[in-house]
């Protein structure tokens, strides 16, 4: 199977040496997103919940962009610089998610790029 790069660009364009995604077969590696809005270069970051808002719009575009959907994602990594923000953080991430959500892992971290407060990425599979 041939990798191929998937650069969107309704999704800010990566920062250092990566990919926006990675397709292999009918798996998708997304990098970790964090909330610049790719129209203005802005961050958006007045509040958690934009920032998670503005995070899941980015990796929204960056699954649209390789023919995948959320539905599709089956794993899920969240990083987040205070953990008293989850329960906000938790409460856009179900709006996307819905009832069936992926398989995720949430953890704290020291700093993230750009200092922003949430960062996540996702592996998704295209089952049909």
Same mark, same amino acid.
């Given at each position: ?6 650069? *969107? ?9 990566y990919s926006q995604a990675v397709k292999v077969g009918?798996? !998708? ?13 802005? !961050?958006?970051?007045? *509040? #958690? ?5 503005? #995070? !899941?719009?980015?990796?929204?575009? #960056? !699954? ?20 008293e923000e989850y329960a906000k953080i938790n409460k ?13 892992a949430a953890v704290q971290v020291a700093n993230l ?16």
């Amino acid at each position: 199977m041939e990798k191929e790069i998937i650069a *969107s660009p309704h999704a800010p364009a990566a920062i250092g040496p990566y990919s926006q995604a990675v397709k292999v077969g009918n798996t !998708l590696y997304c990098s970790g997103q964090i909330a610049i809005d790719p129209s203005t270069g802005e !961050l958006a970051n007045e *509040s #958690v919940e934009a920032e998670t808002r503005r #995070v !899941l719009e980015n990796l929204s575009a #960056v !699954l649209a962009e390789a023919g995948f959907v959320l539905s599709d994602v089956v794993r899920t990594t969240v990083y987040m610089t205070d953990m008293e923000e989850y329960a906000k953080i938790n409460k856009i991430y179900g709006e996307y998610f819905g009832d069936n959500p992926p398989a995720r892992a949430a953890v704290q971290v020291a700093n993230l790029p750009k200092y922003v407060r949430v960062e996540i990425s996702c592996i998704a599979v295209k089952t049909q």
